[in-house]
């Protein structure tokens, strides 16, 4: 049977777990804070104390969020959903875990789900269980006691599941997971997808409901695609036409656009349309009918978005898998940790989402450098000294004049692919230019985020790269380079980018969050104090820095 991967259980305010029969002991002991034997921990990025983890919501001023965790070891395997909480998004505090196996309907595994707030402000979860018969089935929890702020204990439906794969149905047993946030219809009836597939085809089947405890299936799935294998941790959100603000899952109208996401073969891939209510299905907008854009084009996967109703917001979590050896990651006692939450919105253009770190990261600024606007020539290293390089918030922008001279691509390539045979030491006119992080002293290692300008079909293309290709002379870890092409016109506008550094976490925002690029790297050398930050430019051209602003990064209460 093929293993469900985890979704990020990122549900409201507060998502939270089953069962209150019997007791999992948290085995969350605390590490050793000593850097010096943790140079990869991370200092902001929201881990649990200890071992393996996948994936979380608002709920009476709370966030919550759940996740996949091994509370007995550092790799896969001893699923439960894991509960924490916070009022910030950005210091956490661990609870009890909130779902374990304990029903025949989920006797082999608790894997993930979404919750959804019912009418009269009561949070409710639906989630995967693999039942007595090693099938896949929906499972559905409510809380226990409303009145317990941090929703400690949850009471599953004794006559689980509520869905399941029948021989009516045509679903395959082993490939039916992941249930999203339902949605309110105008008919007054609950809605879900849940993912799926026949054959290569994935898909998001549709079930409904009138008392969220009976589901019917629909006819025919919400939305397919050839060839995309299964479809895990689906998600479907309303977003607006107009505006950065973000909207309840149910909402729709004239003024909202609607985006289906979809995690598939390692990335989260998302499709903008419109949903059509008289017919209950997802029509993508002309030219995406297969998926083509992402979240994240480096290490980011099973994310989920929430409505944040407390700052009118759509917030993003995703899960960032290590890039070291199951050896390493024993040896380091843990393994994966959540990105940093993203606020999303669509571009004025229609065309794509934008992402930005939550502004409550900014509450971890210390130590403001401000560099004033210069000329970066062609060669030049330019060192950023004053931040702490292993925990920093850089922003820089761009601004190139000789766009003549732009280096010509005669045929469009991947941009992974491009980014790996033209990375930060291949020399063109314009570019490469942007930032080393965790760089050490003469060096040996270094991790390069960086654009490059190309000219193709007599228009400016702006490709952003990650170049872990010299992350650490340890050759174990995977050092894969990632790219993407960034939707901005460098003649009309400057190219910006933000990196943020944590230890063993690079997450970097291009054009203003309109492609995001996350690598885990694992320096031998350019740890702790010995990392070194700079700003370079190794084209031949001189580019000028509009703006460089870096903070160094406090460490948030994670505990």
């Known amino acids: 049977m093929t293993m469900p991967t985890m979704c990020l259980l990122i549900l409201f305010s507060v998502i939270y777990g089953s069962v209150a029969t019997h007791h999992f002991s948290r085995n969350l002991q605390t590490l050793s804070s000593d850097s010096n034997d943790q140079p990869y921990r991370t200092a902001y990025h929201f881990q649990p104390p200890k ?13 919550h969020l759940f996740y996949q965790y091994n509370p007995k070891g550092a790799v896969w395997g001893n699923i439960v959903w894991g509960h924490s ?41 639906l989630y995967t269980g693999i039942n007595s018969m090693n099938k896949q089935v ?23 599941p509520v869905m399941a794969p029948t021989s009516d149905n045509n679903i395959v047993p082993d490939s039916f997971r992941d249930p999203t946030t339902a949605w309110l219809g105008q008919d007054g009836h609950w809605r879900v997808l849940v993912g799926s597939r026949r054959r290569t085809r994935g898909m998001a089947l549709l079930y409904r409901s009138k008392d969220f405890v009976n589901w019917v299936q629909a006819k025919h799935p919400f939305y397919s695609t050839k060839d995309s ?20 899952t149910s909402v729709n109208g004239d003024d909202v656009r609607h985006v ?32 083509v854009l992402r979240f994240d084009y480096g290490k980011y996967y099973a994310s989920k978005s929430f409505f944040d109703d407390g700052k009118k917001r759509r917030v993003l979590l995703g899960w960032v898998d290590e890039s070291s050896s199951e050896a390493d990651d024993i040896k380091k006692g843990w393994s994966g ?76 390539t991947d941009p992974q692919i491009l980014c790996s045979q033209k990375g930060s030491s291949i020399k063109s006119e314009l570019g490469p230019f942007g930032l080393l992080v965790f760089a050490s002293e003469g060096l ?34 995977d050092l894969t380079t990632y790219g993407a092409f960034v939707d901005v016109e460098p003649l009309h506008e400057q190219l910006s980018l933000r990196t943020l550094t944590d230890h063993s976490v690079v997450e970097s925002f291009g054009g203003e969050g309109r492609a995001c690029i996350t690598a885990r790297v694992y320096p031998t050398l350019a740890i702790n104090d010995k990392a070194q930050l700079y700003a370079f430019n190794n084209g031949t051209a001189d580019v000028n820095i509009t703006r460089l602003n870096a903070w160094s990064m406090k460490k948030a209460q994670i505990n």
């Open 260 to 291: 289906l996401k979809a995690s598939l073969k390692g990335h989260d891939d998302y499709i903008i349309g419109n949903y059509n209510t008289s017919k209950d299905v997802f029509v993508p907008d002309k030219g995406f009918d297969e998926f």
């Open 51 to 63: 071992n393996w983890i996948n994936g979380p919501m608002r709920y009476g001023g709370l966030y």
């Open 229 to 248: 294998g299964m479809w895990e941790c689906p998600d479907f959100f309303p977003v607006l036409k107009n505006g950065q603000l973000g909207v309840e």
């Open 85 to 125: 909480v916070s009022k910030d998004l950005v210091n956490w505090t661990t609870l009890d875990p909130a779902i374990f196996p304990s029903q025949p309907s989920d006797i082999n595994g608790c894997w993930s789900g979404s919750t959804t707030l019912l009418p009269g402000n009561k949070p409710t979860i």
């Open 337 to 412: 940790i959540i990105a940093i939450p993203r606020a999303i919105w669509l571009h004025r253009s229609g065309k794509q989402l934008v992402q930005w770190p939550v502004m409550e990261i900014e509450k971890l600024h210390a130590n403001p450098v401000n560099l004033p606007p210069q000329v970066l020539k062609g060669g030049q290293l330019l060192q950023i000294n004053g931040v702490t390089a292993t925990q920093a918030d850089v922003e820089i922008s761009f601004e190139v004049s000789k766009l003549i001279e732009a280096e010509v691509l005669d045929n469009w």
């Open 444 to 477: 040996q290692e270094f991790t390069s985020v960086f654009f490059r300008i190309f000219k193709y079909q007599n228009k400016n293309l702006v490709l952003l790269c990650s170049d872990q290709s010299r992350s650490s002379l340890n050759k174990d870890n």
């Open 138 to 160: 929906q499972n559905l929890a409510k809380p226990k006691n409303l009145s317990d702020p941090f929703l400690r204990e949850w009471v599953k439906f004794p006559q689980n």
